[in-house]
């Protein structure tokens, strides 16, 4: 399958992203475009996807410059700093959770995104 990037935008700001081979990135790839709402928990800011799957590969512990789907929630994942439970040197999901990609903007544009905005996840 060829490169699939998302672009995950609000009015100011935009976040780009390289999703993986997984069967989780193939359904997210699949419901694009959509709208959701943004949430922050600490380092991480997180939303609503269209996707409703189980656990794929799951883990708990995860890269600045990972994306994670967390099943739980149905919700999409991206890091920029830990997590209220990361223990030192970690970010570390509430849950398991799938990998789906990788961040191709720098990871510290997520503190742009505030909890509230409305975001819009489209196919570049």
């Known amino acids: 399958m060829g490169l699939r ?12 992203l390289l999703l993986n081979d997984s069967m989780t990135a193939d359904a997210l790839w699949d419901s ?3 709208e959701s709402v943004n949430n922050v928990w600490g380092g991480e800011i997180y939303f ?3 996707i409703s799957l189980g656990e794929e590969d799951s883990r708990e512990i995860f890269l600045v410059t990972d994306v994670a789907y967390w099943p ?5 994942c991206l890091f920029h700093d ?8 970690e970010i570390r999901l509430a849950s398991p959770g799938n990998l789906v990609g990788s961040l191709i ?3 510290q544009v997520i503190t742009k995104f505030k909890a509230g905005d409305v975001l819009r996840i489209t196919r570049i």
Do not use: C, Q, Y
């Open 105 to 107: 903007t720098d990871s």
């Open 48 to 50: 609503s996807t269209p």
């Open 32 to 34: 694009t475009p959509f």
């Open 5 to 16: 990037k998302l672009k995950i935008s609000n009015d100011e700001f935009s976040i780009e």
């Open 72 to 76: 739980p929630g149905n919700a999409l």
């Open 82 to 89: 830990v997590t209220p439970i990361s223990r030192e040197g």
